[in-house]
């Protein structure tokens, strides 16, 4: 089982950056596929990015794609989400996920098994 702990959320204006971390606690971390979702207030919870065990392969939604990179240390068993160019619209709660032995970083919630407890991301206009 693997625990995931998302930090380094915050306050941001449009325009700007910020870099979140995901640290997990697991004997095997490169057996997981890891993933971002987000969450605003009254909205379904949504894909932003995912990668695979080995960080060759990526995947990220329409609406981050050139704005947002998505990483990982294996060695340090952290994924990382870089995100530049923020909007007011990324506003919302992102949650880490990692999938046991997955298909590949899919962008399918119920492939996910395993989640943080989420960190704030605000955007200001």
């Known amino acids: 089982q693997i625990q995931l702990i998302e930090s380094w959320g915050g306050l941001v204006q449009a325009g700007g950056s910020l870099r979140l971390s995901c640290a997990a606690s697991a004997p095997h971390f490169t057996n997981y596929n890891l993933a971002w979702f987000r969450q605003a207030p009254e909205k379904e919870r949504e894909f932003v990015s995912a990668?695979?065990?080995?960080?060759?392969?990526?995947n990220y939604a329409d609406s981050v794609k050139g704005r947002f990179s998505v990483s990982r240390d294996n060695a340090n068993n952290t994924v990382y989400l870089q995100m530049n160019s923020l909007k007011p619209e990324d506003t919302a709660v992102y949650y880490c996920a990692a999938a046991l032995w997955g298909i590949g970083p899919t962008a399918h919630l119920p492939a996910y098994e395993y989640w943080g407890q989420g960190t704030q991301v605000t955007v200001s206009s």
């Open positions: 990668i695979n065990w080995s960080g060759e392969r990526t």
